[in-house]
Each structure stands twice: as C-alpha cells, then as structure tokens.
C-alpha cells in the first residue's frame, strides 16, 4: 500500500474531480481523521441498527453495502472504492438500515461525528460538498436498481464494469484498458443479482464478443466503446460535471 498521506490524496483527488478545494478545505479534511486502521477482507465493518458515532472514509480496497435475505442470499446496494466515505449518511442517519463489509483487503480511517458537525459550522461549502456525494450515492443506488430490474445479465456486469472503470479512473488507478479489482465471481454476482454460476457464464459472453476479460483480479478493457454500447451505459448519473458549488 501507497504511504497514509498518498492514500488520502485519493479521497481529496475524488473530490477535486468535481469542485474545488483550497488549502484551508484541505487542511480541514485531513483534521476529521483519525488514524487508519487495516481490515481484512470479510471483515462487517458496520452492521445495520448499531449507533455510529463515526463515518468510515477507505483509503484503499472495496467495500461493499449490502442486506442479506433469511434464505442467505445477499444484495450489494453499492461498491465503496478508495476515496469513498462508505457511511457519511450516517452522520445524519445514526443507524444504518444496512451492513457495510470489506469485499478486500481495506485500510481505513474514521471521522468522528462530533468533528463533521464542527465542520457544518466552520467550513459551511465542505458541507454542500459532501452533501453532494450523499447525492451521488444515490444516483448510483437508482442506477442499479435500473440494472436489476430492466438491464440483462450481460447489460448489468458490462454497466458494473464501466462504472468502477469511471470511478477508478477518477483517483488514478483505472484507464480505457482496464483495473485491478480484487473481488471473487461471488462478489460480481451480488453486485447485479446473479449467481456465481451465471456471472461466470456472462464473464465468458463478453469475453467471447471481445469486449472485457476477468482473470488474476485484473479487468481487462478490450472495447470500452462497445462495452459502453451493450451496458446503454451514460455516465451522466455521476456527475463529473457539476455546477460549482
């Protein structure tokens, strides 16, 4: 892993994508974390009904969001990459209505609620600012839920593939020929609500059609543009253009 302070460039890069942030904005940021802490992977990092008094920022790894079903099987709501506060509407929230976990290897560092709130009074545009990543949260939410319920088997692992490649390539650690992504098949079939069996098969269809392969954690792009095409993926849900705040 990159040095602690290369790690939080990430979160503050992520930021930059979409608005400014000054010295004074910055120096703010890096006083809201505590020390980080390394998670293996597996790891239940907050589970669903328990107070928090801290939001959760990843510095590296992935983490997923996540509700399981008495029968065992589990739906991941969103991927949490380096740079994402995998919890920040538990600020408001207190107790979340679902499980976050590491789906890798994670280093993560906490922000303390009393330090967010403090940051509402002195630092009022931080405040739109990660105000609007809860938003964009839930963009991402209504796009997989489109995905679940309108997009085929292919169409739901080519649009995931093409988000993470957008939102890794924010930070640096994805390009148009692909990215490193740590994750087992049983991850990917949480991810678009198939099983490991199906994603399998899928993984070999887009394979095969010469647009993406999967093998040794590495996503291989052969054809963004194509792959783009099948997902009837736009990245518009994710704002990399927003009104400056």
Known sequence: ????????????NRLRARHSISAEEEG???GLLDAPTRVPA?????????RLENSTLLLDGFLSRYKDMANGRRQVT?????????????????????DIAAMSDCLVATAPHEKL??????HPRLTRIYWFTTNLDAAIHREWELSLGQRSAEQRLAALICELQVRLGLIGMADESGYDLPLKQVHLSECVG???????RMLRV?????????SGARVTIHDLAGLRRLAEFDDGYLYLHPDPL
């Open 206 to 214: 887009l394979r095969e059609r010469g647009l993406m392969s999967f």
């Open 194 to 200: 198939l099983t490991p069996v199906h994603v399998n």
């Open 42 to 50: 597996g790891t239940l990092l907050i589970r669903a009904g328990k």
């Open 78 to 98: 969103e991927v949490a990459v380096p740079g994402d506060f995998a919890d920040l509407h538990s600020f408001a929230l207190k107790r979340l209505d679902h």
């Open 28 to 30: 703010a940021i890096r």
């Open 117 to 122: 709130e403090e940051l509402t009074r002195t």
């Open 1 to 12: 892993m990159a040095d602690v302070d290369g790690l939080i460039e990430r979160h503050l």
